[in-house]
Structures are given as C-alpha cells and as structure tokens.
C-alpha cells in the first residue's frame, strides 16, 4: 500500500509539473468582438489562469501554415484568471480565418465582413436580457448559431451580475455558455457587440452613486466587469463601431454609466450627422423609449423619447432597438411622437434568456404593433440599402416578420 501511495505522488507531482511547464491547453472560454473596421480585423479574448502572454495561432482557411500573434494579459475582475487579448488586424474583407488556443488542437474560425453589400447581405441576431439561467441562454444561442447569423448584438443586461463581485460565477457561466453555444456547426465562432444595461452596474444607474464623475476610473468602479471584460463598446461605454459605408451600429448607453443629457447625446448628434451618407445607421440601447411592459412616463424612458427620438428622425435613422422589459415588441413607424409611415421602427424588448413579462394591451396602447410574452430575438438582414427582420421564439418559431408576410407552416 507504501509502495502505491508514494508511485501515486509521483505520478502526480510530474503531472503538476508539466502543467506548470507548458501552461493550460484549454482555455475557459473565449470572446470575439470588433473595436475597429470588421471588415478588416478582429479583436480576440481568451481567458486563462495564467499571466503570462501566451501565443494565438491563426491562418487564413485554406493555409497550411499557422501565423502565431502573443497576447496582452489583463486583470479579470474579482478573479484569479486572466484576460488574454489579442487585437489582429490587416485580414482581408469577406474571408474566413482559423484559429487555435491549443496549438492546433481544436480550431476554430470566424469571418471578416464584407466592404460593401453590392452583391450579398449581412444577417444579426440582435437581442438583449440574455441569462437569468444558464439553459435559457444556451437554448436561445442554439437557435440563433442555427440561423448563421454574421455576428450578435446584445444590448444589455448580460450575466445579472450586477458589477458584484460575489456574482463572479455569473460572468464564468456566461462566457461559458457564449464559447459552446454561440458557435455554428463549421465551428464558427460569431463576433458579439454589446451595449451596457442597469444590471452591468452596481445599483443600475450611475445617480444611484452620490459623487458620480463621468471619468473611466468611476465607471470601472461601478460597472468592473462590463469595462473589464468587453473590449467594445470601451470608455466610455457609448460608441460608434463602422461596416464600410453601407452600416454605423451606435452603441448607446441609457443612464447606467453616463448621464443621457449633455456629453452624450452631444456625441450621437455629431456622430449621426457625420455618417449621413452611410446606408444604414442603427441605434442599439437598453431602457426603451417605447415599452411594451413598464410605463411610458418612467424617467428614463422620457429622457430616450425626448433626448435621442428627435436626434434618430433628423439624420434618417430608420430602425432602433430597444431592451429591458422582457418580452418582444415591435411598434408602428413614429415620427414626433405620432404615428407616421416615415418614421422609425423601435424593435425589442430584452428577452433572450430571461423570464417574460406581461405586456401592455397592444389594441389600446397607441405605438405597439406587436406584443408578446416570449423569450425571443430578432434576425436582421441587411441588402443594399433595405432591410427586413424576422423575430423568432426560442422554440425557433417565427413571431414577427417585417415587412409582414404570411408565415411558412412549421416544419
């Protein structure tokens, strides 16, 4: 029984040295995103237990030679791991690209966009309010990786962890759903785009912190994981990310880091009407201007209708999406509060992976074409200069679709 016990300890100790050695295989989970031209580059995460910069290997599909990039470590909020990130740039538009964490043992790939839409279209899954349970999240990421969508937006309300660190196992569980769930068949990995919610911040909202400084140290405070973890939309949590010419995405923030009055929406003037000539611009944020379940009047609801809907109509924004609610929704065009066929279609209402909601009587509330109490997100495809949607249940039924066609009988 000596003998086994001290052979087991050897054994042991030479495992734990290799380890040491030639660090983890496998990392815990992994996150694409976009801080600059998709059509030209990626930005790559992986987190790790260890430090040190570890090597990416990566290839154009079809290659046979691998390309090896080293990582930047960053902290991990509230962790022992690391953030391992590597910014790739100079790929060409339109091309798929292999990656590997292990050395080539499991490869994956993901796709750059195209520099125009001329002769093809772009599909987004876009949605919101995507984990009050692990399953719900999975089981909405499956539909959406089914429809090999070019990449997700998520417009708040990721993990609940509420910026807490005794939340910690929230954010492990959500990356790790994203790294198994929100990747296609062939092993593609679809880029994420993500705006801030009131359950990324400690207390919701920045004036629940008496002393609130619009700087990055106080927002980093406040919302640790949201800047520490998700390289866009960065400081300070609103931004502007470009496809070409053809889409703008406006990442906005609705009162959970940034005041909505001055600062920002002085931004989202300037940036609107300096992309007038872009086909597509489309706001993402998560406090809706048209709720389909909590009260029009709410504070922050006025302020999106007051502040944004004016700056939306002035430079021809044509569709935005809302969040938060937790049910799916969409309106009748508005313009100036009314209901006017030039107007802007606001799509949402938050509910990936989360418990639906009641909704307001869609017949007597003026600005609701649709409503439903349903986890859901929607399919946005882009051609040309048109676009079209269908929003679909986690089921994987069609709800919605726009403009309104009859529904193909379920398979």
């Known amino acids: 029984m000596k003998t086994i016990l001290i052979r087991l300890t050897i054994l042991l100790a030479v495992f734990a040295f290799h380890a040491e050695l030639f660090g983890q295989d496998k990392p815990y989970a992994f996150y ?9 580059t990626i930005d790559i995460d992986w987190h790790l237990d260890g430090k040190d ?28 791991r690391w953030v391992h990130r590597v910014a790739v740039r100079g ?8 990656i590997s964490f292990d050395g080539g043992g499991t490869v994956y790939n993901f796709r750059t966009m195209p520099t125009n839409l001329n002769t093809g279209s772009l599909k987004i899954a876009i949605g919101g309010d995507t984990m009050h349970r692990k399953e719900w999240f999975e089981k909405t990421n499956k539909v959406v990786a089914s429809y090999d969508p070019d990449f997700v937006i998520i417009g708040g309300d990721m993990a609940y962890e509420n910026g807490i660190a ?7 569980d959500w990356f790790d759903a994203y790294s198994t769930t929100l990747v296609t068949e062939e092993n593609r990995i679809l880029p994420c785009i993500v705006a801030i919610g009131n359950h990324e911040v400690v207390e919701g909202y920045h004036s629940n912190h008496p002393g609130y400084e619009p700087t990055n140290d106080f927002r980093r405070r406040i919302a640790p994981y949201f800047y520490g973890l998700f390289g ?10 470009d496809f070409g ?47 389909s379940v909590r009260k029009y009047d709410d504070r922050v609801q006025t302020l999106v209708r007051e502040e944004w809907t004016p700056i939306f109509e002035k430079y021809g924004v044509r569709l935005a999406f809302e969040n938060h609610d937790h049910a799916y929704k ?57 676009f079209s949607f269908v929003s679909i249940d986690d089921e ?14 379920l398979q």
Not at 91 to 98: A, C, V
């Open 396 to 409: 994987g039924n069609i709800i919605d679709s726009f403009p309104e066609a009859p529904f193909a009988p």
């Open 232 to 241: 866009f939309p960065g400081q300070p949590g609103y931004n502007i990310l």
């Open 91 to 98: 790929l060409q538009p339109n091309t798929t690209y292999e």
């Open 166 to 172: 005794d939340n910690i196992q929230r954010i492990y």
């Open 53 to 80: 910069p570890v090597q990416l290997n990566i290839r154009r599909m079809g290659n046979q030679d691998w390309r090896t990039l080293e990582s930047k470590s960053l902290p991990y909020p509230f962790s022992e």
């Open 245 to 291: 010419k053809y889409l703008s995405l406006v990442i906005l923030d609705t009162e959970h880091s940034n005041p909505i009055q001055g600062t920002q929406t002085e931004w989202l003037e300037k940036t609107l009407n300096e992309r007038q000539d872009f086909l597509h611009r489309i706001p993402i944020y998560h406090v809706p201007g048209y709720p």
């Open 330 to 386: 969409r309106t009748y065009p508005i313009k100036e509060i009314e209901l006017d066929q030039s107007g802007i279609i606001y799509v949402g209402d938050g509910s990936w992976g989360v418990g639906p909601r009641e909704v307001h009587e869609v017949e007597e509330t003026w600005y609701l074409k649709k409503a439903q109490s349903v986890k859901a997100f929607t399919l946005l495809t882009l051609e040309g200069n048109h």
């Open 32 to 40: 694409l995103t976009w801080t600059e031209d998709p059509t030209t």
